[in-house]
C-alpha cells in the first residue's frame, strides 16, 4: 500500500508529521486532494481546512488561513503560520 509521507508546519512547531492514505488541503482555487504518486504539485493556500487521512480512516484537521504545499515523490509538506485544531480533530 502507498503512503504519503506528511509534514505540516506553522512558523513555530512541527502540527502533524508522519504516514498517511490521503491529504486535502484548501487551495486558493479550490480544494486540492493529495494521493500517493501524484505528479510533484506546489500551490499556495487559501482560508479552509487541512485534513489528513490516515489508512484507518481516522482524520485529522486543521483550520489554516494561507500557505503553501509541496508535493514531491509522495512527500507533501505544508507550511502555513498557523493551524488551529478542530473539534472533530482525534
Do not use: N, Y
Request: proline share 3%.
Amino acid at each position: 500500500m502507498s503512503t504519503l509521507e506528511v509534514t505540516f508546519v506553522t512558523s513555530d512547531r512541527t502540527v502533524w508529521s508522519g504516514q498517511a492514505a490521503q491529504v486535502v488541503v484548501p487551495a486558493v482555487d479550490g480544494s486540492i486532494g493529495i494521493l500517493p504518486q501524484m505528479q510533484p504539485t506546489l500551490a499556495v493556500l487559501g482560508e479552509g481546512k487541512v485534513r489528513i487521512i490516515d489508512h484507518d480512516g481516522s482524520v485529522a484537521e486543521r483550520a489554516v488561513q494561507g500557505g503553501f504545499v509541496s508535493v514531491d515523490s509522495d512527500v507533501v509538506t505544508i507550511g502555513v503560520d498557523d493551524a488551529e485544531r478542530l473539534d472533530s480533530d482525534h
